[in-house]
């Protein structure tokens, strides 16, 4: 989702970035002598921006980038993030996106199988989104690709690849 007004982590970080935007100097060649001259907390906020713009924790179908999303699980669990506090699941950021079985499941998984039910009694696609948004709404409930794993999950994949990449050892080149 692209659209800041209906992301609250992407409207922050919009704002970060105009921020920053008015304290750095404008010729590139004056950062380092600038840096040098401000305050601990105001590098450490800008060195803690940047490399904000270098995590990606997006899950492509087909990547070979797996340890992106491991360091920014890693990141989210060190800074404490509490993932329904930057992203709320809703018709439109989620259940209009993914099949009636996901929107179906994920019901259940927020408010138990009786919720379920009603989703699946929906006649049309429509209905069951708007359902789900609807009995979803205020639970704090995130879908697992937002979700931040926690640690013994990453250790359980990363045990699971080793051993694939010693079955395949060409397929790990």
């Known amino acids: 989702m692209k659209n800041a007004e209906s ?6 970080f919009n704002d970060l970035a105009e921020n920053y935007g008015h304290h750095l100097p404008g010729n590139p060649t004056d950062l380092f002598d600038w840096l040098l001259e401000q305050p601990q907390d105001m590098v450490l906020m800008l060195l803690a921006f ?65 919720a379920e039910l009603s989703v699946r009694a929906a006649a049309k696609k ?20 937002v979700r931040i794993a926690p640690a013994e999950l990453e250790q359980e994949f990363e045990s699971e690849s080793i051993a694939e990449d010693e079955q395949f050892p060409q397929a790990a080149e």
């Not at 992301?7 to 922050?12: E, F, G, K, T, V």
């Not at 904000?52 to 999303?69: C, L, M, P, Q, Y």
Request: charged share 25%; hydrophobic share 35%; with cysteine.
């Open 126 to 145: 429509s209905e069951a989104v708007t359902i789900a948004d609807r009995l979803v709404a205020g639970t704090g409930w995130i879908p697992a690709p």
């Open 7 to 12: 992301c609250r982590s992407l409207s922050a």
């Open 50 to 114: 940047s490399a904000a713009h270098s995590v990606n924790a997006v899950e492509k179908k087909f990547t070979d980038r797996k340890k992106g999303i491991e360091q920014a699980n890693q990141l989210g669990r060190a800074l404490k993030v509490h993932m329904p506090d930057w992203f709320e699941t809703t018709g439109d950021s989620y259940f209009k996106h993914v099949n009636r079985t996901t929107i179906e499941l994920s019901v259940a998984e927020a408010r138990g199988s009786d």
